[in-house]
C-alpha cells in the first residue's frame, strides 16, 4: 500500500512508500474516487516544478515512459526558429510572430510570455482536445507559470513540487552535471526561492531517487484520474443502473 503524510488530499511524500499494485483499488475518505465503474475520465494537468538540479528532466521522461500514465507533454506554441531535429506539432507549434499575437488576442493561449525576445505560450486547443479525450498532460514549467495555469485551469490541474533531499544533495547534483559555473551558481543560490513557492502545489515530493519519485507521481496520477469530479457521465451511468 501507499503511505505518505497529508492533509486532505495534498501530500508530502518522503519516507516508507511501499509498492502499489492496483492504483484503482485506492480508497480513502479524502481523495474521494469511483472504482469499478466503467466509466471515461477526463484527462488531468500535471505541472511539475523543481529547483534547477534537481532532476526533473530524469523524472519527467519516467514518467513520460510508464504508458500506465497514459500522458503526454505539453507542447508549446512558439515564434522562434525551429532548431536541428526539431518537428513541428511534436517538440513545438512553430508560429510566425503574426499568428502568435492573433491567437493571443483571440484568447487561443491559456498563458504567454516572451523570453530572450521570443513568444511561447499554451495553446489552449491542444489542451482542451486531450483533456476531453482522457488523456493527461505533463507540464514541466517554474512556479510563476504553475501558479498562473492554477488560477486559470483550477481543478484541472494537479501540481507537484519536488525538492532535493538538501541543498547540499543539490549543489553536489549540479556539480556532477557539468561544474558550476556562474549560471549554475546563480540558479543555486535562487534555490531557496523557488522552494518558498512549494505551499501552494498540491504534492511535495523530494526526490532521493528519480525511479522511485517517478512511481510516486504515477500513483498520484492514478489516484486523481479516479475523483468523483473526473468522470464523464457518471451521474447519468448512476441513475441508469440505480434509478429510484
Known amino acids: 500500500m501507499l503511505w505518505a503524510e497529508h492533509t486532505m488530499h ?18 480513502h475518505g479524502n481523495c ?24 526533473k528532466t530524469t523524472v519527467s521522461d519516467l514518467i513520460i515512459k510508464n504508458s500506465d500514465n497514459n500522458i503526454i507533454r505539453s507542447v508549446s ?4 526558429a525551429p532548431r536541428e531535429g526539431e518537428v513541428n506539432g511534436r517538440d513545438y507549434f512553430f508560429l510566425s510572430e503574426a499568428e502568435f499575437l492573433l ?19 499554451i495553446p489552449r486547443k491542444f489542451v482542451a482536445e486531450n483533456i476531453s479525450s482522457g488523456k493527461n498532460i505533463l507540464f514541466v514549467i517554474d ?8 488560477e486559470t485551469m483550477k481543478e484541472s490541474v494537479v501540481s507537484v513540487f ?24 546563480e540558479r543555486l543560490k535562487g534555490a531557496p526561492f523557488e522552494i518558498s513557492h512549494c505551499y501552494r502545489y498540491d504534492y511535495i515530493i523530494v526526490n532521493e531517487d528519480a525511479e522511485e519519485t517517478a512511481r510516486k507521481i504515477g500513483c498520484i496520477i492514478g489516484a486523481e484520474s479516479k475523483r468523483v469530479s473526473r ?6 451511468l448512476i441513475d441508469k443502473n440505480f434509478p429510484l
Not at 501530500?11 to 492496483?22: E, I, Q, S, T
Not at 477526463?42 to 516544478?49: A, K, P, Q, T, Y
Not at 512556479?143 to 492554477?150: S, T
Request: aromatic letters at 6%; glycine letters at 16%.
Open 10 to 27: 495534498r501530500g508530502l511524500f518522503r519516507l516508507k512508500v511501499g509498492h502499489v499494485d492496483d492504483i484503482s483499488g485506492l480508497w
Open 32 to 55: 474521494r474516487g469511483v472504482v469499478g465503474l466503467k466509466l471515461t475520465s477526463e484527462g488531468i494537468m500535471l505541472v511539475l516544478s523543481s529547483p534547477s538540479g534537481c532532476g
Open 77 to 80: 506554441a512558439t515564434t522562434r
Open 103 to 121: 491567437m493571443c488576442e483571440s484568447g487561443e493561449m491559456m498563458e504567454h510570455a516572451k523570453v530572450f525576445g521570443n513568444y511561447y505560450g
Open 143 to 150: 512556479w510563476q507559470g504553475a501558479y498562473r495555469l492554477m
Open 162 to 185: 519536488m525538492m532535493p533531499p538538501s541543498m547540499d544533495e543539490l549543489e553536489r547534483r549540479m556539480s556532477d552535471r557539468g561544474g558550476i559555473d556562474g549560471v549554475a551558481r
Open 231 to 236: 468522470q464523464m457521465g457518471l451521474r447519468e
